[in-house]
């Protein structure tokens, strides 16, 4: 991986192999972002978890073939006492079909270039809504 941050924006290259979640949290703590906004994504993945939540839990397929990553969003939040990439995205795959959603893994394959924006002034934490634990966006003094 390599990466540059500034206070305006975060910009990784992950390398083949590296699991796009842990990259984005392992700079984020390493840059003591708890907040931010991922804005964009390009390259190429492997092995991804998508993840459907029926209410319960998250009902999961996996697709190991190579695709094209053409968009990831979502954003970084504070979880359990950690860092939380939500993220969704959308793939491609050689026949030029795509597959997207809540992404729960994906693998780099060869090559993957991640934006990111943190944020300064509101915290994204997250809070059981009976539902889920939702974002409960606050903002800092």
Not at 7 to 21: A, K, N, Q, S
Not at 63 to 92: D, Q, R
């Amino acid at each position: 991986m390599k990466y540059a941050a500034t206070d305006e924006m975060i910009v990784l290259r992950l390398t083949h192999g590296e699991d796009i979640h842990n990259s984005i949290s392992f700079v984020c703590k390493e840059r003591d972002v708890d907040s931010a906004v991922v804005v964009s994504a390009a390259g190429m993945v492997t092995n991804v978890t998508f993840g459907w939540f029926n209410g319960k839990e998250y009902e999961k397929a996996t697709y190991n073939n190579v695709m094209e990553l053409l968009a990831l969003n979502g954003n970084v939040s504070y979880k359990h006492e950690g860092i939380y990439p939500h993220l969704h995205a959308v793939f491609s795959r050689p026949d030029h079909t795509c597959l997207g959603g809540h992404i729960l893994q994906a693998l780099v394959h060869h090559n993957v270039e991640i934006c990111i924006i943190p944020l300064k002034t509101i915290y994204l934490n997250r809070e059981f809504d009976e539902w889920f634990e939702a974002l409960a966006p606050e903002t800092r003094l």
